[in-house]
C-alpha cells in the first residue's frame, strides 16, 4: 500500500487529484483509477485476469497486489516470465517435469502450478509463450490438472491464474500465433494500463515517491526537474522513471534535485513540460495562420474575418497576440 494515498476501494469516484494506490501501484489518473476500482472487485473472486500494458508500466505490481487483497493472499504467489528461457526450460518451470525427462533434469521437479497450489500463478510476457505449449496451458485451466514433462499421471492443482502481455493477443489470434481458446480463457476479466505518456500527472507523483525511497523524507523535486520530467515522454514508463530517478538520487550533492540530476547535459532539451510545448506550437500554427489568412485577403481585415469565421474584434485580438500588424503592407 503507497504512503499518503488511499486503497482503491471506489476507483470510479475518488477525487481527480487525489493519488489512489492498490498495493505498490499508485494513480493520479482518472482511467487507471477505474483500473484499480475494477482490479479490487474482482479480487475476491477466482476469476481469471489479464493485464496488457506497455514494457514497463507495473503490471507485474498489479498482480501482485491483486494476490495479496484476495482470499489467497496467505498462499504462494508463483511468477514465471514466459519470455526470458527456452519452450524446454518453460515447460519444466510452468509444468514440472522428472528427472531425466530432458537434458539437465538432474531431479524431479514441481512446476510453478503445482508449487503455488492454493494461491495465485502469474505469467508474465503471456504472447510469448510459444504455440505448442498453450495446449497444456488450456488444459491446466479448464480442468485444473498438470502434467509434469515426462510423466503419465495429472496432479490436480488450485490455483487463481493471472497473465501480463504488452502484446495484442487479439491481432496474435486473427494472425494465428496465439490460440483463440486460450485467448478466451485468460481474457475472463481484462484491463488496460496506459502508458506513462498518457497519464502525464502521474510522472511527479512516482518521481517524489521513488526519491522519497531513495533518499528519504527530506529529499525534494526543484521546479524546475519537475518540469524536465513532465517534458519527457517515457518509452520505458515507470522502470524508466525509476531509473532516473535512481541516477537523481545517486548525483545529487544535497536534498534538492534538479534537472542537471536527471537527465545530465540532456536536461535543457527536454525541460519543457507538455503545456508549454503545446502552447508553443499552437502560437506557431496562430502565427502562420494569420499571415497566410491577411495575405490571401491582401490586408482585409473583414475578408479575412469571414473566411476564418471569427469576428473581426476576435481577428484583431488574434492578430495583436501573435504579432500581425494589420497596417503592415502584404
Known amino acids: 500500500r503507497a504512503v499518503d494515498a488511499p486503497l482503491a476501494d471506489e476507483g470510479d469516484t475518488a477525487p481527480v487529484d487525489e493519488p489512489l494506490a492498490f498495493g505498490d501501484f499508485v494513480t493520479t489518473d482518472p482511467a487507471m483509477k477505474k483500473v484499480l476500482g475494477q482490479l479490487l472487485r474482482v479480487a475476491a473472486s477466482d476469476a481469471t485476469v489479464l493485464i496488457e500494458g506497455d514494457t514497463g508500466t507495473g503490471k507485474e505490481l498489479l498482480a501482485r497486489a491483486l494476490h495479496a487483497a484476495s482470499p489467497r493472499a496467505g498462499r504462494p504467489m508463483g511468477v514465471v516470465d514466459c519470455g526470458a528461457v527456452s519452450a524446454t526450460l518453460l515447460e519444466g518451470q510452468l509444468f514440472g517435469h522428472l528427472k531425466g525427462a530432458f537434458t539437465g533434469a538432474a531431479e524431479a521437479r514441481a512446476g510453478v502450478f503445482e508449487a503455488a497450489d492454493g494461491g495465485t500463478v502469474f505469467l508474465d510476457e503471456l504472447g510469448e509463450l510459444p ?165 490571401r485577403h491582401g490586408g482585409n481585415v473583414s475578408s479575412a474575418a469571414r473566411e476564418s469565421g471569427l469576428s473581426r474584434n476576435a481577428l484583431y485580438a488574434l492578430m495583436k497576440r501573435v504579432g500581425v500588424d494589420p497596417t503592415e503592407p502584404r
Open 131 to 295: 504455440l505448442e505449449l498453450q495446449p497444456k496451458l488450456l488444459r491446466v485451466l479448464e480442468a485444473r490438472t498438470v502434467r509434469r514433462l515426462g510423466d503419465v499421471k495429472d496432479v490436480p492443482v488450485d490455483v487463481r491464474f493471472v497473465a501480463a502481455t504488452n502484446r495484442d493477443l487479439s491481432d496474435m489470434v486473427r494472425q494465428g500465433t496465439f490460440r483463440q481458446d486460450v485467448f478466451f480463457r485468460v481474457a475472463v476479466v481484462r484491463v488496460r494500463v496506459p502508458p506513462l505518456a498518457e497519464r502525464p500527472g502521474d510522472v511527479p507523483l512516482l518521481a517524489r515517491r521513488y526519491l522519497a525511497q531513495l533518499r528519504g523524507p527530506d529529499a525534494r523535486l526543484t521546479e524546475a526537474a519537475e518540469g524536465a520530467l513532465m517534458g519527457y515522454d517515457w518509452p520505458g514508463n515507470a522502470r524508466e522513471l525509476r531509473n532516473v530517478m535512481e541516477r537523481a538520487a545517486a548525483l545529487a550533492p544535497g536534498p534538492e534535485v534538479g534537472p542537471e540530476d536527471l537527465f545530465g547535459e540532456a536536461a535543457p532539451a527536454r525541460a519543457t513540460a507538455f503545456r508549454e510545448a503545446k502552447d508553443e506550437v499552437v502560437a506557431e500554427f496562430e502565427r502562420r495562420y494569420v499571415q497566410a489568412l491577411m495575405l
